[in-house]
């Protein structure tokens, strides 16, 4: 068993930044990726950006240049820096992570509002 809680979310203007993080708990030994995903209202979970065992990381074209997914090994903690924030980025995020033999953990989320 895994338990994911994020936190970071808020409300930010336009331009800014936040650093979302994601805290694990329980038999996290055999997780093979990571992950920041998020849903918008009205539309589907999309991936934002994943990091693999050996820290190989994958970005959405969409946040590609603005978001670094990073991580904590001795904290067991996954972080999402996010710059240049702009509108589009608003949603709920979501960490998601990945064992070796397929089970997916998912925390609940963490709003992220975007002013204009």
């Known amino acids: 068993q895994v338990q994911l809680v994020e936190s970071g979310g808020g409300l930010v203007q336009a331009g800014g930044s936040l650093r979302l993080s994601c805290a694990a708990s329980?038999?996290?030994?055999?997780?093979?990726?990571m992950g920041w995903y998020r849903q918008a209202p009205g539309k589907q979970r999309e991936v934002v950006a994943t990091?693999?065992?050996?820290?190989?990381?994958n970005y959405a074209d969409s946040v590609k240049g603005r978001f670094t997914i990073s991580r904590d090994n001795t904290k067991n903690t996954l972080y999402l820096q996010m710059n240049s924030l702009n509108a589009e980025d608003t949603a709920n995020y979501l960490c998601?992570?990945?064992?070796?033999?397929?089970?997916?953990?998912w925390g609940k989320g963490t709003l992220v509002t975007v002013s204009s």
């Open positions: 990091m693999a065992r050996f820290g190989n990381t």
């Open positions: 329980g038999s996290i030994f055999s997780i093979n990726v």
């Open positions: 998601g992570w990945k064992s070796y033999g397929g089970v997916e953990y």
